[in-house]
């Protein structure tokens, strides 16, 4: 941040009220990289502008990045706590401390508006009026499994009351692990009851669900309902089984969260155990970057506050291993959130304190099985920095190819990898626009100049500069694009990946000399994956935007059909044989079709004289 800027800032602050509200800091882009609240909106966010030196590495980082900020003012700091939360779930900023991230910890969703609802697993959650279960750390699709055999609830892909007795049962239900919803024979009383049962052992509520069960399999043996009371018994037998698998923690009418926090030199991690019934009935664990807990209790409140957000089942009691800033805030927000009192304890002996020691040891014996490939990831990353002679170690690497036929149908790629993984998130697709015809390099250049555009401009999704940028090329490659970056003023060091004869990875280039690295060398080993991944995407790309050209090349020959009609089609029908099946009436329905249209795809694959 440049001194112009500091003093702009710093006169803005001067102009904010002493009341509760929440600010959002934003960078140049105007793009929101930050969100916090504040009791007194002047003291706090005059704070990031004096004695910046002083902040913790990640608030300084946050802070270069400031070019302006806005805020919102409230009734109370409560009120200021829940809109924070809700903005930082909205805007996902780059310098909080999130913990919904979509692609690693995904959700059960339960679509409470169908009459015959289901579980299924997302990774986004979505302000829609289905209920959300999570965020899971573990095996989603086990727990899936587990509730449906539980519950025999269907797997299949009918949709009832749809698909009502149009066909036989499946399998399922002739194996006797599917209620059989399909028959109509069951109505949607009984299956809520069933769903209803499925979200009380989500929440950890066994022992009530086991009471209902027995109390209704002695009623439905009473009434001669024997099918009915061997649905129950078989239900009561399977959460029995499941609750007596879970370790006994506490008394038998405890329901508490447990939360601990471990740290190292690559990772932290938060633990949480949920006890329900004096059982153990769930285990989460949530990976963060070690710089985000460098203030503990700022950072172990930023996560309460998030993971309770988020969830319905809130119990009376939430054990931490530290404390947290504005523990009175947050527990005023737990219990406006719950509907009645919920407390944040931080034990200092007793058994409470052996138990949220075990919380911490499970997180420290987390990391410690985690830290074997953290260590190796390390040193593959350190020896390509050392190879290439680079600024910094390349955590994120970008790599870009280029795929055409014959000089047609010209498309590039970009993946990425992130610590020695692919993070697909971040994969990129191009179709050339610039010109027609076979030229690799001007190909590159299109493609680098359009990514590092939406860079500039603050685009979410391309808002973060690799550390290595790697070409599927030779020295002209490098010495093309090398250029550009320096025109657009793209500090990012640049290398050709160089291939054998047999079309196998050699070694990397600069414009002028190739560079040797031993086959043998786990950095040698993270360019041949990283080579191999982004020529297998991007072939797969150009091969499905051919496919779709000749799909769309056989419809042009139909009278009647424009470019549009073809593309409303192949969206609606997605291949030529789909197309052919349909009934006129049916294509009729595509949005721009007219009967005459219909009629003469009719004729041209001579299903009409």
Do not use: W
Request: charged residues 30%.
């Amino acid at each position: 941040m440049d001194q112009k800027t500091l003093a702009r800032l710093k006169e803005k602050v001067k102009q904010l009220p002493m009341t509760p509200g929440i600010y959002m800091m934003r960078d140049k882009a105007g793009k929101i990289i930050y969100v916090g609240k504040a009791k007194l909106l002047k003291n706090r966010v005059s704070q990031y502008f004096n004695g910046i030196d002083r902040h913790t590495p990640k608030v300084y980082r946050m802070v270069q990045n400031v070019d302006d900020f806005d805020v919102i003012i409230t009734d109370s700091e409560l009120e200021a706590l829940v809109l924070e939360c809700s903005q930082i779930k909205h805007y996902m900023p780059k310098y909080n401390i999130l913990l919904k991230d979509d692609k690693n910890y995904p959700y059960i969703k339960l679509d409470v508006d169908s009459p015959y609802p289901r579980l299924s697993m997302t990774r986004r959650r979505l302000d829609d009026r289905a209920r959300y279960f999570g965020p899971y750390s573990g095996s989603v699709g086990e727990i899936i499994r587990t509730i449906n055999r539980m519950f025999k609830l269907p797997t299949c892909h009918k949709s009832f009351p749809r698909d009502f007795d149009r066909e036989r049962p499946c399998l399922n239900y002739s194996i006797k692990n599917c209620m059989g919803v399909c028959t109509g024979k069951i109505s949607e009383q009984e299956y809520r009851e069933a769903i209803d049962q499925a979200v009380e052992i989500l929440e950890g509520r066994y022992e009530r669900v086991a009471e209902e069960l027995t109390q209704k399999m002695t009623e439905a043996a009473e009434a001669l309902s024997f099918e009915k009371a061997a649905l129950y018994r078989d239900r009561l037998t399977a959460i029995r089984k499941l609750a007596d698998h879970q370790k006994v923690v506490a008394a038998p009418s405890v329901n508490r969260d447990v939360i601990g926090f471990y740290k190292n030199a690559f990772q932290a991690v938060v633990e949480v155990f949920l006890i329900r019934s004096g059982k153990l009935a769930q285990e989460e664990s949530f990976v963060f970057a070690p710089e985000d807990y460098d203030d503990e209790p700022a950072a172990l409140g930023e996560f309460v506050k998030q993971f309770y957000e988020v969830r319905r089942d809130i119990p009376g009691e939430i054990l931490l291993s530290g404390d947290v800033e504005d523990r009175e805030l947050i527990e005023a927000f737990l219990t406006q959130r719950a509907g009645r009192r919920v407390r944040l304890r931080v034990p200092q002996r007793g058994e409470l304190k052996k138990l949220t020691n075990m919380v911490c040891k499970n997180a420290q014996d987390r990391l410690a099985r985690m830290l074997p490939r953290e260590e190796k990831v390390k040193k593959t990353i350190a020896e390509l920095q050392q190879k290439l002679g680079l600024p910094k170690p390349p955590v994120r690497i970008e790599a870009i190819d280029i795929s055409n036929t014959a000089g047609s149908d010209v498309v590039g790629a970009i993946i990425v990898f992130e610590n020695g993984e692919p993070k697909k998130s971040g994969y990129k697709k191009y179709k050339i626009k610039s010109f027609d015809g076979q030229d690799d390099y001007a190909a590159m250049r299109e493609v680098l100049y359009r990514r590092f555009r939406r860079y500039q401009e603050g685009d979410a999704g391309f808002d973060t500069l690799p550390d290595l940028l790697l070409l599927d090329g030779g020295k002209g490659h490098v010495a093309t694009v090398r250029p550009l970056l320096e025109e657009m003023e793209i500090p990012v060091p640049v290398f050709g990946m160089v291939k054998d004869d047999r079309h196998r990875t050699r070694g990397l280039t600069t414009d002028s000399e190739e560079i040797t690295i031993s086959p043998a060398s786990p950095a040698f080993v993270l360019v041949g994956r990283i080579q191999e991944e982004v020529h297998r995407f991007v072939i797969e790309y150009h091969r499905s935007t051919r496919g779709r050209k000749m799909l769309r090349s056989g419809l042009s020959a139909v009278p009647g059909l424009g470019p549009t009609r073809v593309k409303n089609l192949l969206t609606e029908f997605k291949t030529i044989e789909n197309i052919r099946r349909a009934s006129i009436d049916d294509l009729c329905r595509v949005k721009g079709m007219t009967r005459r249209a219909a009629e003469n795809i009719k004729r041209h694959y001579g299903e009409l004289s």
